[in-house]
């Protein structure tokens, strides 16, 4: 019998573009690490939808979680908001946006386990990138490290590093709005700069400036009361002797140890702890994420006030994925690190 003229239902038969991790990381990533394949998907069955990357975030957490949470030939880990364009799925009507954990790919089938559809009431005049920055995970990473873990309180001095990036730069704000003084430190100049814009008391390029105690104690003589560490390794070492007696810290990030091929070791911190009876805390944002709707709010509300200034470092080209992460870790980026498929 021909059946030439019988059509089945129509399939969209859709690729997808992914970066797989070929090799786990091993110092600084290199290109080699990293590989484009293409993948085909299927048709999205009942309850699963078909996404499109609009835009990806590179973030540092990458580093360090791909040694813990990935193989080799895994594709690599990470965030995007995406465009779903089938469903089949009520939740997730076509058209509408999600924040996605799908990792680095152009598209996705999925059942709706991990995503989370953006605000139904996001501004217009608001980028969806902000999702991925400072109304999404950067941004509630600050908010919980100032409010969750310092307790900061208005009258009170913080310090705290990679300042220009997608946390710190939320963090200094906040701090502001909270009516305490801010210093912040940034690998360069025009970083410096951005953060004077920002509102920052007094910032400096921890690159350029000599000796880093010397600028501590002339940017806040008193010393710290609370600190919100984002880099760790030499600086945590020289900051720590800065706090004020009762000091608290945050340990949000150790971005200057996520690169070592060897773990590297003391000064240790117990005797200044000790003696100036310091109380240090780590955390993962995630821990509240009960808390993460009427956050994001919180933080959507500082934006349209015009409290919350967002900068982004935006990368054309999702095959720019690796050269955009390694950038990020380098210190190219000014605010969110994102690319644009
Ligand atoms: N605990 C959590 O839940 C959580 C969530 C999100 C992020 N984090 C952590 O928060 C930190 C900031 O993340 P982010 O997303 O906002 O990244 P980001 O600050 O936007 O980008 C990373 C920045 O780190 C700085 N950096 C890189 N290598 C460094 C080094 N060896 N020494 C000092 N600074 C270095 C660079 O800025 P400079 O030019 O200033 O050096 C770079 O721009 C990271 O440590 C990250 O792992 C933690």
């Known amino acids: 019998m021909d059946n030439s003229n019988c059509c089945p239902k129509q399939r969209t038969m859709v690729q997808a573009k992914t970066w797989v991790l070929t090799k786990h990381f091993d110092g600084f990533p290199k290109n080699s690490n990293f590989e484009l394949r293409l993948e085909q998907l299927p048709e999205p069955k009942d309850g699963e939808v078909l996404l499109e990357a609009v835009f990806l975030s590179v973030d540092p957490y990458m580093r360090p979680f791909s040694r813990v949470r990935m193989k080799e030939g895994d594709i690599m880990i990470g965030t995007q908001v995406a465009k779903v364009i089938q469903s089949n799925n009520a939740a997730f009507p076509v058209g509408s946006h999600v924040v996605g954990r799908c990792g680095w790919r152009t598209h996705t089938v999925c059942d709706g386990t991990g995503l989370t559809p953006i605000m139904p009431d996001w501004p217009q005049d608001v980028p969806l990138t902000l999702a991925l920055g400072a109304v999404g995970m950067p941004g509630l990473t600050a908010l919980y490290g100032i409010e969750e873990v310092l307790g900061l309180q208005a009258g009170e001095t913080l310090l705290v590093n990679a300042a220009a990036g997608a946390v710190g730069s939320v963090v200094g704000q906040l701090a502001k709005l909270k009516g305490c003084k801010v210093v912040g430190s940034a690998g360069s100049d025009a970083k410096v700069a951005f953060l004077k814009e920002l509102g920052f008391d007094e910032a400096f390029n921890y690159k350029s400036v000599g000796s880093l105690e010397e600028a501590l104690k002339k940017a806040s003589p008193q010393g710290y009361d609370c600190y919100f560490e984002n880099v760790s390794g030499p600086f945590s070492s020289v900051a720590l002797p ?100």
């Open 242 to 341: 800065q706090m004020k007696d009762f000091g608290r810290i945050a340990v949000c990030g150790a971005i200057s140890l996520y690169n070592d091929t060897m773990p590297q070791t003391g000064p240790y911190p117990h005797l200044t702890m000790i003696f100036k009876q310091l109380k240090m805390e780590g955390f993962m944002q995630s821990r509240w994420e009960h808390k993460h709707p009427e956050s994001l709010k919180r933080l959507m509300a500082w934006v349209k006030e015009g409290k919350l200034i967002c900068r982004e470092h935006v990368t054309e080209g999702f095959e720019n994925m690796p050269a955009a992460f390694m950038g990020m870790l380098q210190g190219e980026n000014i605010g969110k690190a994102i690319v644009k498929v």
